[in-house]
């Protein structure tokens, strides 16, 4: 039998997200939107030597959307642009089939019963394809 979806952990992780630090001034920011669910998610973030510093999140998704919000918010600082491009290769290596879930940010572990709803990969991925476009964006000398 599958794991319920909806999980107690999974609807505290969504209830438990905030914006954030409020960062009036960001380094970097992007928005993302999953054309399929309809979610979006807004970043912004501060950005030193290389690495997150602060982090602002708003997410408008569902519960899984949201608590994969959260847990980026609660482990973004102190991580560079490739440790959130890894950490989201091996979320979608995992919602595909394909890998582990990464066990370096062990809250993803609540994320694993998505693995049986392909509906809702996209607001999960969302979060950190949004913090990503913000770094590519830095590069590309843009910031919003």
């Given at each position: ?15 438990s997200?905030?914006?954030g ?6 380094d970097?920011?992007a928005?993302a ?9 807004s970043?912004k ?5 290389g ?5 602002e999140?708003?997410a ?6 949201q608590?994969s919000a959260a847990i ?7 991580r ?7 950490i989201?290769r ?17 809250d993803l572990?609540h ?8 509906a ?8 950190y ?10 590069h590309e000398?843009q910031?919003?």
């Open positions: 039998m599958a794991e319920p979806l909806y999980t107690h952990e999974i609807l505290r992780l969504a209830m997200l905030s914006t630090d409020d960062i009036a001034s960001p970097i920011a928005d939107r999953a054309p399929i669910c309809g979610s979006s998610v970043v973030a501060s950005i030193d030597s690495k997150v510093s602060k982090i999140v708003a408008k998704a569902c519960a899984m959307g608590a980026l918010m609660k482990h973004a600082a102190g560079t642009e490739e440790e959130i491009a890894e989201k091996g979320i979608a290596g995992f919602l595909a089939g394909d890998a582990e879930m990464p066990t370096s940010w062990p572990d994320l694993k019963p998505a693995r049986q709803y392909p809702r990969h996209a607001a999960i991925l969302l979060p394809e949004a913090l990503l476009r913000a770094f590519s964006k830095q000398g910031l919003r």
